[in-house]
């Protein structure tokens, strides 16, 4: 399954040309509808940890000093700056180029796997999604944030119309639930927090271990 190699191309060009400005409207959605969520997932990450879709790094400076960090993402220019990131807080980690719907990791590699915002701009999201819980050890944690489809009926109109031109033009989805997909391959919920009209949702899901 997964997107064919012309599609990746594409995306890999569109996000490669995001890169200018990216930190900062980023953080502006972080100040305005996000608010701690970065902090919120990082700070529970532990051992060996994988983040999907790292883009420029904006999480790094989050997560606790002790763990061992990878971090993949489609787009060679949102990893130059994640590698400036990294270089800057004196933090040896591994990042590389890779696919989220095709992860080059053996199953059960890693203690914990995070993605953050990035789930409404994969292609096949479920496909990421199961990628992420088979590269996850038993007793793995799975920690995802995201924007949603909100909780509201008007705002969820106006999502559906947004998506109408976002995703055509920047693969962006506004209605997406990665929580579905996560309860459907059986994790456990243990953690779950959804609030802005119910546009943003975090979680922390465990792997069973049998
Ligand atoms: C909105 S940015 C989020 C970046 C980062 N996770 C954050 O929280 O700021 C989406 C990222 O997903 C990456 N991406 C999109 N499709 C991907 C795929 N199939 N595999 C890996 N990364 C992908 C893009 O290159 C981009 O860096």
């Known amino acids: 399954m997964g997107i064919s190699a012309e599609q990746r191309r594409r995306w890999r060009r569109y996000w490669d040309r995001q890169t200018h400005g990216y930190d900062r409207q980023m953080r502006l959605m972080d100040r305005v509808l996000f608010k701690d969520t970065r902090r919120w997932v990082c700070r529970r990450a532990s051992g060996r940890v994988l983040e999907v879709a790292v883009g420029s790094g904006l999480n790094l400076e989050h997560y606790p000093v002790q763990v061992t960090f990878t971090g993949i993402d489609l ?27 095709a992860l080059e990791f053996d199953d059960a590699s890693f203690d914990t796997v995070v993605c953050t915002f990035s789930l409404c701009a994969i292609p096949d999201h479920r496909w990421a999604v199961a990628e992420m819980v088979r590269v996850l050890r038993p007793g793995g944690q799975l920690l995802l944030a995201d924007h949603v489809a909100s909780t509201h009926a008007v705002v969820r109109a106006g999502q559906r119309l947004a998506e109408l031109v976002s995703i055509p033009l920047g693969g962006e989805h506004f209605r997406r639930r990665p929580i579905e997909m996560v ?13 802005g009209l119910g546009i943003v949702e975090r ?7 049998s």
């Open 203 to 209: 979680l922390t899901a465990r792997k069973p271990t």
């Open 75 to 101: 787009s060679p220019a949102m990893l130059e700056l994640a590698r400036r990131r990294a270089a800057e807080l004196g933090w040896g980690v591994n990042l590389r180029v890779g696919d989220a719907e």
């Open 183 to 195: 309860t459907a391959t059986g994790l456990r919920i243990e953690d779950h927090d959804r609030f």
